[in-house]
C-alpha cells in the first residue's frame, strides 16, 4: 500500500505526460493536486516567512508591507485574471488535441502580461509616495517605506511572468514543472531576505528594501526557469519563435477573458485597499497585527488554491474534449477535499490563534488584533473552500464573468460598508472588519454553489 502511494506521488511530481481527461476523476485531481497544493505551499511559505524576517525591523516596517502589498494586489489581480484566461484557453485546446493553438494562445497572453507589466512598474514607481499617502500612511511611514513600494512596483514584471507562465503550464496540465519553478524562486526569496535585510556575511543591511530585492532577485530566477523550459524543454506544451507573432482574434477573446478575470479579481483586491484603510485609523499596531494575521491566513490559503487550480485545470480539459458531466464531478469532487483540509485549519487558528500570532510580533496589542483577526475570519472556513474551488472551475470554464458578478456584489455591497459601519459606525473597532470578511466570503461561497448547480458555464465557449 504504502509502495503505491509512493509511487503516485512520485508520478505526480515528475509530471509525466499524459492526456488526464482519459483518467478517473479522483486520480487526476490528485495527480495535479499533489503538486499544485506543494507549489502553493512554498508561496505561503515564503509570506510567512518574508513578514517573520521584516516583523524583526518593527511594527511600522510590517506597516509598510502591509500598506504595499493591499496595492501590489492591485497587480496581483491583473496577473491573476490574465492567467485565468490563459489557463481556461490552453486547456480548452489541450482538451481539444490541438498542441499548436495552445502554444498560440500561451504566446498572446505572454504579449498581454509585459505591455501591463511596464505600464503599472512606471507608474507605480513614479507615484510610490502617494501611493502610501492615500492609504493613511503617516510622513514618517512613507519616508521609511516608500524606497520598498517603489521597488516591489518596479519589479512587478518579475511577478506578472511569474504567475502567467505557470497558468499556461497548468493548463496544459503540466503541474509538475509550474511547481518546481515557484519552488526555485521562492526558495531563493527565502535564502536572500535575512541575508539582504540583515546584512549578513557578504551582504549589505539594506532593511525592508532588501525584501523587495529579494522578490525581484527569486521571481526573476523563477521566471527564466520557465521561459528554458516553455522554449527549450520536452513537455506538454512547447513554444517557437512562431507562436510569438501576434494573433489578432485569439488576442482579442484572451482579452475579453482576461478583462473579466482581472475584474474580478481587481474587485476583491480594492475591497481589501479598503479594508486596511480602514484598519490604519485604529493605529500602525492594528495594522500590523491585521498585517501579520493575513499572511498567516495566505499560509493555508494558498496550498487550498492547489486544490482549486487542480479543478480549473480538469473543468477546462474536459469541456474542450466534449465532457462536461465530468468537469462537473470534477469540481464538486475537489470542492469536497478542499472543504475537509479548511475544516482541520479553522480549528487549529480558532484554537491555537495567540500563540500563533505571537511567534511574529510579542506586542500585546500586535497579538490582540491579530489573534482575534484570524479567529473570527477562519469561522468562514467551510464557506471558504467551495467559493475558491468553484469560482476557479467557473474561470477553467472560460466564464469569468459569473465570480466577477459575485465579488462585485458580496465585496463592494457587502463587505465593505458592512465593515465601515461595524468598525466605525458601531465602534467595534477591527473585530468589525473581520467579520464582514467572513460573512461576505461565505456568500460568495453560496452564491457561487447555487449558480454551479443551474450548469451555465458549461455552454461557454473560448
Not at 96 to 102: L, R, T, W
Not at 261 to 274: H, R, T, V
Not at 412 to 431: D, H, M, Q, T, Y
Amino acid at each position: 500500500m504504502l509502495k503505491k502511494v509512493y509511487q503516485f506521488v512520485v508520478a505526480a511530481l515528475r509530471g509525466e505526460e499524459q492526456d488526464i481527461t482519459n483518467l478517473p476523476i479522483k486520480r487526476a485531481i490528485l495527480l495535479l493536486s499533489i503538486p499544485m497544493v506543494l507549489e502553493m505551499v512554498m508561496e505561503s511559505l515564503f509570506a510567512v516567512v518574508d513578514v517573520f524576517f521584516v516583523a524583526r525591523l518593527g511594527i511600522r516596517a510590517v506597516a509598510t508591507v502591509g500598506l504595499t502589498e493591499s496595492v501590489m494586489m492591485l497587480v496581483y489581480s491583473l496577473a491573476i485574471g490574465l492567467s485565468a484566461a490563459a489557463t481556461a484557453m490552453v486547456a480548452r485546446r489541450i482538451g481539444e488535441g490541438n498542441k499548436e493553438s495552445a502554444a498560440t494562445a500561451a504566446a498572446q497572453s505572454i504579449w498581454i502580461g509585459l505591455i501591463l507589466a511596464v505600464i503599472l512598474g512606471i507608474a507605480g514607481s513614479i507615484a510610490s509616495p502617494q501611493i502610501l499617502a492615500a492609504l493613511g500612511a503617516d510622513a514618517q511611514l512613507i519616508q521609511e517605506g516608500q524606497g520598498y513600494t517603489r521597488l516591489m512596483f518596479a519589479g512587478n514584471i518579475t511577478i506578472m511572468l511569474l504567475f502567467l507562465l505557470n497558468a499556461i503550464y497548468r493548463g496544459a496540465g503540466d503541474a509538475a514543472l509550474a511547481m518546481r519553478s515557484l519552488w526555485l524562486a521562492n526558495g531563493i526569496n527565502i535564502i536572500l531576505d535575512p541575508c539582504l535585510i540583515f546584512g549578513l556575511g557578504p551582504f549589505p543591511e539594506m532593511g525592508i528594501e532588501g525584501a523587495a530585492i529579494s522578490t525581484i532577485i527569486g521571481r526573476g530566477a523563477g521566471v527564466l526557469y520557465q521561459v528554458y523550459h516553455l522554449f527549450g524543454g520536452k513537455h506538454i506544451i512547447r513554444m517557437g519563435l512562431r507562436h510569438m507573432n501576434l494573433v489578432k482574434d485569439v488576442t482579442l477573446r484572451l482579452l475579453s477573458v482576461g478583462w473579466n478575470g482581472a475584474a474580478q479579481y481587481l474587485i476583491a483586491s480594492a475591497s481589501w485597499i479598503f479594508l486596511v484603510r480602514i484598519i490604519a485609523d485604529f493605529g500602525p499596531s492594528a495594522l500590523a497585527g491585521y498585517t501579520i494575521s493575513i499572511r498567516v491566513i495566505i499560509f493555508t490559503i494558498l496550498p487550498a488554491w492547489g486544490i482549486a487550480n487542480a479543478a480549473s485545470t480538469l473543468v477546462g480539459q474536459h469541456l474542450g474534449a466534449k465532457q462536461p458531466e465530468q468537469a462537473e464531478q470534477a469540481a464538486w469532487l475537489a470542492s469536497r477535499y478542499t472543504m475537509f483540509f479548511m475544516l482541520i485549519v479553522a480549528i487549529i487558528y480558532i484554537t491555537m490563534a495567540t500563540p500563533i500570532i505571537s511567534l511574529f510580533d510579542t506586542t500585546p496589542e500586535v497579538v490582540r488584533v491579530g489573534a482575534q483577526s484570524l479567529q473570527i475570519i477562519s469561522l468562514g472556513y467551510i464557506f471558504f473552500a467551495y467559493g475558491m474551488v468553484l469560482s476557479q472551475a467557473f474561470n477553467g470554464a472560460g466564464d469569468t464573468r459569473t465570480p466577477m458578478i459575485l465579488n462585485l456584489i458580496c465585496f463592494w455591497l457587502v463587505e465593505i460598508p458592512l465593515a465601515w459601519c461595524l468598525a466605525s459606525f458601531f465602534e467595534w473597532g477591527p473585530r468589525g472588519v473581520f467579520i464582514a470578511v467572513a460573512i461576505s466570503e461565505s456568500l460568495v461561497a453560496v452564491f457561487s454553489i447555487v449558480i454551479f448547480r443551474k450548469g451555465w458555464w458549461k455552454a461557454t465557449v473560448i
